[in-house]
Structure formats: C-alpha cells, structure tokens
C-alpha cells in the first residue's frame, strides 16, 4: 500500500459535511485498506468558523474556500455546500488546480452538469456524484455502469422524502395537505420553507440527471416538466382509494415508442396498490428501471439525511480516490445519443379526471362527445348524482397530455359542466 | 474514439451467451460510444458446432476454447460455461494470455474467487462477475463500489428465483412442496433436476460472494451453513400465516453482535409480510442490504434467464474495456478484514416450534423447564388440543442456534413429546 495520503477537501461542515469527516476518521484504516492509500482531511470550509466541530481539529477549518481548493496539493475536492454559487465556481477551480470532484449538488448539476464534466474532462478529473440523486441509494452508478451494455428506457421513482412522507401521511389518515405538511415540518421532514421539496423543484433537478444517465442524452433542469403537490387533495386520496391506487410525487424519465426522443417530468400521480412503489413509506425514497435486457429493476432505501448521504459520497470518494492512483479516471458525461427531450404534450399517459357537472339528461353524452372529439378513449366512468349537481369521474385509457388539455379546455367551456375538480395522471401500469 | 476494436472471446452459446453475442451485435454502436473503442467479437466456442446460432458468422465458432482464449489478441473473455472445470481452467488461461474475464460463474467464484482474483491481479487483469449474483441486478458493484465508503453489517435476500418461484406459489395457492415444484417445472422456473435451487446450493454459492465482498473477508462455499425447502410444508405456511408471516428461502449474512466475525447461511425461514422481501412474488429476487451509514437499501430485480443475465454481463464488459483502455483495473479482491467465519451455532435468530405432546396437564410446564434450562427465552406460545394429543407452538425470543438445537435434543427425549413436527427461523424483524 502507498503510504503517502489522499488529500481530501471538505467544501461545507453540515448534516452531510460533519459524517463525512467523522466516518473519514473512524474508518480511516478501513478507508486506507479499500483506497490502497491513506486519506487525510486536509481542510474544511465552513461559513461560520466559531461552531465547535467534533472530532476535526481547528487547524483544520478555514473559511477560504477558494484558498483551499487553490492549494495545490489536494487530490479530491468533496463538495457538499449545495446551491449554484459558489460551489460551481468552486468545483471549476479544483479541476483547474487538479483536484477530482465528488459532489452532492443535485441543483448544479441538473443546470450546469455538461459544462462541469467538459471542464473535469479538460483536466483529466472525475465528477462523481451518487450523492446527489436520492442519497443512499446506489443509483447514479448501476445506471452508467451497471446498465451500460443495456437500453433503459423507463425510470420511474419516488426521488423527494419530504413529499413521499406527506402523502404517505395523507393516505394513511386521510388528512389534507396543510395538516400533514405541519407534522412533517414538526417531525423535521420538512424545512421552514418546504417550497423546494412541494414545488417538485427538487424532484426535478434529480430527474435531469437520471434522464441524462439513462439516455446518454443531455437533459437540463428546464427539460423537466414540473408540477407540486400541494393541489392533492384528501378527495383524490378518496378517489384514489376507489380506483385501488394511492398517489405519489413521481419522477418519470421516458423514451418514447419510437425511440427517437425522450420525455422527463415531474408531478402527483396515481399508482395501483400492486405496483411496488406504493408501498415505499414515509421519507424512503424508490426508483423503477425498465430496460430492454435486464427487465424492471427497482432500487430502495432512504433518500436523504446526513448519515445516507455520507455513505454515497464516501462511496464515490473511494472510487474517485482509487482512479486517481491508477492514473485513469472513471466514466465521465455520456451524451451522445443526443436525443430530442420533448415537452409534456408528448407525453402519454392516462388520466382520472373528476367533472362537477348539472344532473340532467344528456349531460354524460356530451361529455363523452368531447373526448371523442379530441381522440381520448374513456376507460370507465362513474356518475354520483345529489341535488341537481353531480359529479362525473372519467378515467381515460392512453392518451396524449396535449389531446388530454385540448379535451379539458373544451369541456369547461360546456354550460353543463360546472367544474373541473381535478385531473390527475394513471402511472404503473 | 479508438477505431481500433476490442476483441471479445465468448465461452458459451447457450441461452445467456447467445444473448450476450445478440446485443454485442445489436447494440454495437451503443457499446462503441459507451466504451470509447468499437467491441468485435472474436470467437465464440461452444460444445455443439452444428446447432444454428442466429446472428453469429459460422466462422466465429469453434469448440477449441482453449485455443481461442490462447489467441493472443484477445482482450476480454466472457464467460458463461458454467461449472468449475473447463471454466477455471479456460479463466486462468485467459489471464496468462493478457484477457480481462467476465465472468456470469457463481459454483466457480464461491469456490475459487480467491485463488483466480489472485491470477487476475498477477497478470494486470480484471475479474467481473455481476451476473454470478441475482442476475440482472447490481449488486456486486453498489457493494463493492457504491458502499465502499460504509461498513455493511448485514446482507439478507431471496437469491434463487426457482425456490421463491415454488415457495411463493405454496404461499398463494396452499399447494405443498411437490405440487408447487411440478408447476415450476411445467412453467420452465425449475430444472428437470431442481436440486441445486431446492437443496440451496445455488444460493450458498452466491451467499459465499455476497459475504465475501461485504465483509472484506475470504468466505467460501464450505464456510455457508445450507439448509434446502424441500420440507417446507403447507403446515409450515399456515403456521407463517397465523403469525403474520410468510415462508422465504433466505440468503443471510451477518456480521456478530461484536463485529469480530462473520456468519454466512441459506435457510428457509419466516418472515413478517410487511418486511419488502415478503412481497418479492414468483422468480424475482430480491437483496435488503443494513450498513452503518446508508441504512437499509432493497435491490430487485429479475434473478435470471438470458436476457437480465446478459445484461449484468454486458455491463460488466463495458466496464472492463473501459478500464482497459485506460491502462486500468477495477477494484480487485477485497479480503483485508479478514474475519473468521463462524459456524451456525454462533447465529443468533428467533425459532418457531411446533411439537407434538400428550394433551395433559403439566406438559406445557415440562417444555417451558426445558427451554429455560438451555437459556432459550420463550416470546409466546400457543397449545391447541384434540383427542388426548395436543400440538404445541413456541415462538422464542432471540437465542443462539447452539441453544436452540440443544433445546430440540432436550424436547425429544421428553415422554410427553411426541415428536418436533417443524422448526423454523424467524427473521426479517
């Protein structure tokens, strides 16, 4: 074993940050033992100095970031500050001074990955980052390497804990959105400001870089089309319940039928009990792989929290550190299929819409008239009728999402029909 | 890009390797931008000449695999014999001649990774064998790459798809063993011999690996206590199903309570249905994985077959010509630890009994005696009683299996027992 150590720079002493020091020094032999050399913490970049630190010495902290990476002497920059600036300027800089770069940036990444590996590439560096896609979960790797002499061309997963943990909350109790959004900011799954985690934005950012990885194609931030969830509603817990689904924030990656261009989204949707994925509880996060060889392939565990992303990033830090003492570096950006990423109207799916509509006669012809009328084929309908008002729950076979809006815009333009109380997507099935 | 191509060896045409050669041919662009040099398969040696392979220029056939893998110019041969000898030969013929292995040989690996992994690293050579473990899974690299920053305690999975194809179809049908195997049979999921799946065989082989790589330590197939299912009756079922559970057979490896060793072992045992691996149905596989740092992570997948094995194997070839092209190897064999593997007695686990007593009083006193003589703390049991026979179920806390069968040898020899009808681990909890 080479005796002289790794050098590590820790951009950022948070959640993440502090067990990557902390395992880094309990498991320095063990480290040194699967690495083929030492790995010392040669310095620390934190905001806010005066915070003791447990178990890194003090000699150790610097609030020069920059400083640090520009050192000369580091061989792996680990970067776990998250945000765009400065970790991108940061990471350029390490490349630059020949350091290699394990991030866990899911933001950067999904806006500025391709300049970043273009840069790493430049400088004959590795950019890892298991760590950015649903923590612990070894997900990043099997699909660009795993799964490399394979065609994915579904992925399909619950990628945001905070939001899995809310409507699993909202299933099982059958609170609203608000009540079980407060006991998650309670139980500290949710921050102050969850817009983030609700919003999808989240979701989306690792849904780019999944999209990206499975299609070698490369797929930005703004490719990904994004709706929240704080529109679900108890009553499409309810109507859920009726169809023997539940409804989960999913992150979809999709190749189309024909092969030639690729979808990504983001959004509430309905799953049947059967299918797996339904039944990953609380804060965990799952993903689904279809492939043409290896079939469906299904990755579990916790997505997020600072012990699990630790270990992703550890992971990489060994795989990064070992390329580096054979000389060789490991797979960078894969993107030459270049596939065209399509918007959302391209998507096919099916749907559960729900109609507030007059009860009268003729009022189910009409409304079935429209959807004829925009070439959506109807599954099943259902009509509850109370008081001269009634309610009509259509569930579609597939269909295009633009054919699908082209027949909502006209039926609320009906005079029988009073509302459009929601719409929401048929996945895994 | 290299225009000059990779030359690929292929031991093997049966229905994994004809896979392998279909998608090298299909796919060869895909596998050319992947690696960064186009891959062209050299030669192909199977036992039969004159059966069509479809696909493959008849010139690329031989049956002289030694002398293919002898050729010189070879730079990776693929594996898919089977069996250890000619494989462990042809493997270690290929490494003298300069050839990185892929290998898809879980009898071969669980018996002789060491002393190969040893020829492997002799000549500069890489030995991969994703396909040896649960098929198309990954798991061989998320464990020895994507936790090779954590410390993994436990490994516990379904590993053979026959077994859980069998155990499942008891479960759901109430069929008993020989009924549900001649199903498996028809459908294609057994072998005409099952003996290797239903005596466990296959699974303490992949155990032996999965053990090896997540301790760091030498565990070889005698090193994995194996027990079959072929007395795994529909009794057994209902006892599981009284207790909330479900019948599995269980890939189990754990590292002791004190860290200072190992246990490996393949048993049917019950577990609880809301632990994931219980609703892993048919011929999946399934793998749950507890480390230190990430928690628990599930891997699932299909276990087999031609098309989810080859694409664990083309996986594994993309790897290795990357890393050959970059003057490289990946991570080798892993034994620093190299913790003592303990024997069954040392397993600690919970039992599920049922016994056959006399229906008279002072019975249950008599057994209870018995399990405190051998430290064995009882959890609950239950006695149902009919015409002056009585049948008797203890469930037990956690006990050593050295306790427990010193208990059984105990119970025996009591007059009011009649008989140990069944005995069986609880696990998953």
């Known amino acids: 074993?080479?005796?002289?150590?790794?050098?590590?720079?820790?951009?950022?002493?948070?959640?993440?940050?502090?067990?990557?020091?902390?395992?880094?020094?309990?498991?320095?032999?063990?480290?040194?033992?699967?690495?083929?050399?030492?790995?010392?913490?040669?310095?620390?970049?934190?905001?806010?100095?005066?915070?003791?630190?447990e178990g890194i010495p003090a000699e150790l902290i610097t609030t020069d970031a920059t400083a640090l990476v520009k050192r000369g002497?580091?061989?792996?920059?680990?970067?776990?500050?998250?945000?765009?600036?400065?970790?991108?300027?940061?990471?350029?800089?390490?490349?630059?001074?020949?350091?290699?770069?394990v991030s866990a940036n899911k933001a950067l990444l999904a806006q500025d990955g391709a300049a970043?590996?273009?840069?790493?590439?430049?400088?004959?560096?590795?950019?890892?980052y298991?760590?950015?896609?649903?923590?612990?979960?070894p997900l990043i790797r099997p699909l660009r390497e795993s799964l490399a002499g394979d065609k994915v061309n579904r992925v399909l997963g619950i990628v945001n804990g905070t939001t899995n943990f809310i409507l699993d909350a909202m299933d099982s109790t059958g609170a609203g959105y608000q009540e079980a959004l407060d006991e998650a900011t309670a139980?500290?799954?949710?921050?102050?400001?969850?817009?983030?985690?609700?919003?999808?934005?989240?979701?989306?950012?690792?849904?780019?870089?999944?999209?990206?990885?499975?299609?070698?194609?490369?797929?930005?931030?703004?490719?990904?089309?994004?709706?929240?969830?704080?529109?679900?509603?108890?009553?499409?817990?309810?109507?859920?319940?009726?169809?023997?689904?539940?409804?989960?924030?999913?992150?979809?990656c999709e190749r189309a039928a024909d092969g030639a261009s690729v979808t990504a989204r983001v959004?509430?949707?309905?799953?049947?009990?059967?299918?797996?994925?339904?039944?990953?509880?609380?804060?965990?996060?799952?993903?689904?792989?279809?492939?043409?060889?290896?079939?469906?392939?299904?990755?579990?565990?916790?997505?997020?929290?600072?012990?699990?992303?630790?270990?992703?990033?550890?992971?990489?830090?060994?795989?990064v550190c070992r390329n580096r003492l054979n000389g060789a570096?490991?797979?960078?950006?894969?993107?030459?299929?270049?596939?065209?990423?399509?918007?959302?109207?391209?998507?096919?799916?099916?749907?559960?819409i729900s109609l507030d509509v007059a009860d009268k006669p003729g009022v189910l012809a009409q409304v079935a008239t429209v959807f004829a009328e925009h070439g959506v084929s109807i599954d099943t309908v259902r009509q509850q009728g109370k008081d001269g008002e009634a309610s009509l729950v259509v569930v579609t076979h597939r269909a295009s999402d633009a054919s699908l809006s082209g027949t909502v815009e006209a039926l609320r333009s009906l005079d029988t029909v009073r509302g459009v109380a929601s719409i929401m997507r048929v996945e895994g099935e």
């Open 267 to 319: 959004h509430p949707a309905m799953i049947p009990l059967s299918h797996p994925l339904a039944s990953v509880r609380g804060a965990y996060n799952a993903v689904f792989v279809e492939s043409d060889a290896a079939g469906q392939l299904m990755f579990y565990g916790p997505g997020a929290g600072g012990s699990p992303t630790a270990s992703a990033v550890l992971g990489d830090l060994v795989a």
């Open 329 to 352: 570096t490991g797979p960078g950006e894969s993107a030459y299929a270049a596939l065209p990423v399509s918007g959302m109207g391209d998507v096919v799916t099916r749907y559960h």
């Open 73 to 101: 002497d580091i061989d792996v920059v680990v970067e776990v500050i998250g945000g765009i600036e400065p970790a991108r300027t940061l990471i350029t800089t390490a490349f630059e001074y020949g350091a290699s770069v």
């Open 187 to 252: 139980l500290g799954y949710a921050e102050a400001d969850p817009t983030a985690d609700v919003e999808g934005f989240d979701a989306a950012a690792k849904t780019a870089i999944l999209a990206g990885i499975a299609f070698h194609t490369r797929v930005r931030l703004d490719d990904v089309y994004r709706e929240g969830m704080t529109e679900v509603t108890a009553a499409d817990f309810a109507s859920a319940k009726q169809m023997g689904c539940t409804i989960k924030l999913l992150a979809i």
């Open 116 to 128: 970043l590996h273009a840069v790493a590439e430049d400088h004959d560096a590795d950019l890892y």
């Open 130 to 137: 298991e760590a950015a896609v649903a923590g612990a979960i």
């Open 1 to 53: 074993m080479r005796t002289r150590p790794l050098k590590v720079a820790l951009l950022g002493c948070g959640v993440v940050g502090s067990e990557v020091a902390r395992i880094m020094t309990t498991h320095a032999d063990d480290l040194a033992a699967r690495i083929g050399a030492p790995v010392e913490l040669a310095g620390v970049a934190v905001r806010r100095p005066s915070r003791v630190r």
